[in-house]
């Protein structure tokens, strides 16, 4: 099940449903895309539609940011609970592992993902390692050939948003790969390099907060925020408006 929140579909998940989820799309023919809308990601969405498109062309699309289940909640939606990127990714992983599924880890600053990958392995028995490679790359359809030179099942694209949507949606196919799941700073997180907020801030709904505290250029993202959650309220309006309108 799906909600619409400010225009995108976002789906009524746990982390185990997302999970179930993202195997049962790496078992199904075809090339599938996961996309992690947070607050930012669907302020962006909001002023183009070329990138609402996008994500709504989503398999599987995650409320990453508590923003994302309050701006459902003003608009008298109900989304189940957050799924953060980096924690699914690792959920994820951890599944794929058990089934002898290959990742390819994309993007970060070089070195990035191959620190990554060697944590994520020792993590996730099984799971085999296709292939890394920096976001940094000049050739975005030569990066998309090289994953497909892999055979890679599952891609984890970590270019930071909105260019990770848009090079899963423009080149997905090409990689060849059964899901590629668009993750952001994932692999810093997996690498060790950016640590996540404590457990109590997560409970609280405040790792947006601990985030921008720790990376200040995240303080200029905050402006968003009251601009984002304006919206939502001015959608909830004007659709009671139409409710009432309605003969
Ligand atoms: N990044 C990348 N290529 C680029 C721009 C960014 O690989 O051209 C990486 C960057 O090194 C970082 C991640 O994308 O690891 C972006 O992380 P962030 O947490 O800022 O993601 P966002 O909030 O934009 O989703």
Redesign the pocket.
Known sequence: MKERILGVDVHCVTMGSAVAMGLELLDTPGTHRCY?P?P??LSMAREDEGLRNILNGADLSLPDGVGVLLAARLTGKSLTERVA?ADFALALAKAAGERHKSVYL????PG?AERAGEKLQKACPGLVLAGTA????ADPQAAADRVRQTGAELVYV???????ERWIARYGERTGAGLLA???????VLAGD?KRAPKPVQRLGLEWLW?ALC?P??MR?LWRLPDFLAAAVRERNEGNGREVDRP
């Open positions: 992690t947070n930012k990601l990127g994309l993007g970060g600053a990035v920096d976001g940094y790359f970590c270019l930071g948003c909105p260019k990770q668009g993750l952001g700073g994932t692999l810093d950016i985030r990376q250029r995240r993202e």
